[in-house]
């Protein structure tokens, strides 16, 4: 079946720093991949939908120029958390949908953010 | 805006029993309805996918159903084990939004 991997899995980082995280398709093209965000204990909130060779589009309240996001192949999307802060610490999960007419998607396995 | 509901947000049960996970959402437009698992500090794991034209789909033990009129979904699962503890997660696929997910329902089954 599909895989859609995360790396890193988790990361921590110092107040200030920038963090890539990676999202790749292994055994299919994406021309569309999903970031979301999940803090403890709450649901998962749909960040940005990362287009290949085109900006990626942002949910309100998501500020663009914090979170970075490169989808510069069929198979990779980055999200760049730039100058991170303690309240940026969260689970990020990226997604991949498999068939465009159903919306079924594939999820990473998530990356544990935490930042000090 | 599609708003996703999930009760009861956590459950407890002996192993063995049947139970019903329950959803629910605001706009009855919807492409798919999914229904995922999540173990602590993990990823999604897909569960099953109902299609707007479909009343349910069966996967081993777990049976979902969609009521497209009146909002609804549950999530049937016979003969709970310890391993099927964890957050089930419903999510409704409508408009330009790929995917709205409810807050999900803990479950803990009991050996």
């Known amino acids: 079946g599909a895989v859609v991997s995360q790396h890193p899995s988790w990361v921590i980082c110092k107040s200030g720093t920038s963090v890539k995280i990676e999202c790749r398709s292994l055994?299919?093209?994406?021309?569309?991949m999903f970031w979301y965000r999940q803090f403890p204990k709450q649901s998962l909130m749909l960040m940005a939908t990362?287009?290949?060779?085109?900006?990626?589009?942002?949910e309100q309240g998501v500020e663009k120029d914090k979170f970075l996001i490169n989808h510069a192949s069929l198979t990779l999307s980055t999200l760049t958390v730039t100058s991170a802060h303690p309240e940026d610490s969260s689970f990020y999960i990226c997604?991949?949908?498999?068939?465009?007419?159903?919306?079924?998607?594939?999820f990473g396995p998530g990356t544990r953010l935490t930042v000090t | 805006k599609q708003e996703v509901t999930q009760i009861p947000a956590a459950l407890s049960v002996p192993e063995g029993e049947n139970l019903v996970l329950n959803c629910s959402f605001t706009?009855?437009?919807?492409?798919?309805l999914q229904w995922f698992r999540q173990d602590p500090g993990k990823g999604l794991t897909s569960l099953l996918l109902?299609?707007?034209?479909?009343r349910e789909q069966t996967s081993g033990r777990l049976n979902a159903s969609l009521d497209k009129s009146s909002g609804r979904s549950t999530l049937y699962i016979a003969a709970s084990q310890p391993g099927d503890s964890a957050t089930y997660l419903c999510?409704?696929?409508?408009?330009?939004?790929?995917?709205?997910f409810g807050k999900g329902t803990r479950l803990s089954v009991i050996a």
């Open positions: 997604s991949a949908p498999i068939d465009r007419s159903s919306y079924e998607q594939y």
């Open positions: 055994d299919f093209q994406a021309t569309t």
């Open positions: 990362s287009n290949e060779g085109s900006k990626a589009t942002y």
């Open positions: 706009d009855s437009a919807i492409y798919n």
């Open positions: 109902i299609q707007s034209s479909q």
């Open positions: 999510a409704a696929v409508s408009g330009n939004t790929p995917l709205v």
